[in-house]
């Protein structure tokens, strides 16, 4: 057999390997990153509702506590060397490498008593938390049928803010206690106990042995994102997450401190309003699937982001002075930006995860954290400028929501359509294979 043969031969294979099957140990593949989605989604909401009090622990006023942020947002350098690592060596220890260390790092965080030791483990929780959710986006993709892939990334949004939803419970009961912030990541390290059972549970991607078998994995560079026939693709996708997560990084930041801190709401009823408002909105995520399968990803992406915007300038410019019930005004824009937010979040993760070959798939979502960097640090280090001179954190995380408006409208300009299309058709695999 020649040479050509055998990797015609080898080709058809791997084609063989990858088509993804409902069976008993696939769905126990699905649930137990499911379950990871949870703990994750707990562990990333933690400073978002502890805020007011880290704030109170470390001195910090708004400004403070906004650089604060800025500094761990330097987390996505280790998030991108991460990600391109579940390329080189696999999704499945990127996962289980990933629920060995957050827990860990929870308790050096736990255990901080000054600014400085809190950021690097925080530094490092951030970089293992985020690889780690984009390692599950990305194994959804690759092990969802071409039918489902939103309806999986669905399912792993709704894990995660469930998560989350536990977290807004915690919070005011601790304060009501007299306990400190600090339970939440004590909390949080027992993650370490679900480690042997999800480590049995979760194999490695089919789609990711084949395209080592071939060889790409060794033969990909994490800047073959650039490549000619991926190079619109990547800047365009680089330029919207830019603009996107400015506005998002400082919606979904502050969103409790402004209910507590600026609205004035007691802690109880700023969690009332989270986890009410937030499981209403949970219909983001099934609504947002169900939209990219019929509209497709492109449309619904572009269509949601301005009711992203809308939503999030109506929460933090609100409620007016002498609104009777400040609490149901903030529970309407908190729905409404959340809903909106959760179903462009299932789109766009379908999208970029099926716009890109296995080799690359969770590279891409490295340069998202590159770029998630750069934007984390410029929306609270904006914060930190300007709400001095504008009259306070809740109007300039208004004024950056604006930025959705461009970035969808660039999507929807820019990005090809990949509904109904199998990962190697939109990803343009063979052409990447024959370029390497």
């Not at 998560?163 to 009961?173: E, I, K, T, Y």
């Not at 106990?193 to 790409?216: H, K």
């Not at 903030?330 to 716009?355: D, H, P, Q, R």
């Amino acid at each position: 057999m020649n040479r050509e043969n055998r990797t015609e031969a080898r080709l058809q294979s791997a084609e063989e390997l990858v088509v993804p099957n409902e069976t008993p140990a696939s769905r126990a593949t699905l649930r137990a990153m499911i379950v990871l989605l949870y703990y994750q989604g707990f562990v990333i909401s933690i400073n978002g509702f502890a805020s007011p009090w880290i704030a109170k622990s470390f001195g910090l006023d708004q400004a403070g506590i906004a650089r604060l942020f800025a500094w761990i947002g330097l987390s996505a350098l280790g998030t991108f060397w991460l990600s391109r690592m579940a390329d080189r060596l696999g999704r499945r220890r990127l996962l289980v490498s990933g629920l060995g260390a957050v827990p860990i790092c929870a308790m050096g965080a736990a255990l901080s008593t000054n600014v400085a030791s809190f950021i690097v483990f925080e530094v490092v929780l951030y970089a293992f938390l985020n690889a780690t959710i984009a390692g599950c986006i990305v194994m959804f993709a690759e092990q969802m049928p071409t039918d489902r892939r939103a309806e999986g990334q669905s399912y792993g949004g709704l894990a995660s803010a469930m998560g989350g939803g536990v977290c807004a419970l915690m919070m005011p009961a601790l304060v009501a206690h007299g306990l400190s912030w600090r339970w939440l990541l004590w909390i949080a390290t027992g993650g370490i106990v679900l480690l042997p059972t999800l480590a049995r549970a979760i194999p490695e991607s089919a789609r990711w042995q084949s395209s080592a078998s071939l060889g790409m994995q060794d033969r990909a560079r994490f800047y073959d994102v650039f490549q000619p026939v991926y190079r619109k693709r990547t800047l365009t996708l680089i330029t919207t997450s830019l603009m996107s997560t400015v506005a998002v990084v400082a919606i979904l930041t502050w969103g409790y401190f402004h209910m507590v801190t600026v609205a004035k709401l007691s802690p109880a009823s700023a969690s009332a309003i989270t986890i009410v408002a937030g499981g209403v909105a949970l219909v983001g995520f099934p609504a947002g699937a169900r939209s990219a399968e019929y509209f497709g990803r492109v449309p619904t992406v572009t269509a949601l982001g301005p009711l992203i915007a809308a939503g999030a300038v109506f929460f933090y410019w609100g409620p007016p002075a002498h609104f009777a019930v400040p609490a149901l005004w903030l529970g309407i824009g908190y729905c409404w930006m959340l809903a909106t937010a959760n179903a462009s979040g299932v789109a766009s993760n379908a999208a970029v995860t099926e716009l890109f070959p296995t080799a690359l798939r969770a590279t891409i979502m490295g340069w998202f954290a590159i770029t998630g960097t750069v934007a984390s640090i410029t929306a609270q280090a904006a914060i930190s400028v300007l709400a001095p001179r504008m009259g306070g954190l809740s109007m300039v995380v208004g004024a950056l929501s604006i930025l959705l408006v461009p970035s969808a409208m660039l999507f929807g300009l820019m990005i090809d359509e990949t509904r109904g299309l199998s990962l190697e058709d939109s990803s343009s695999e063979d052409s990447f294979r024959s370029a390497s």
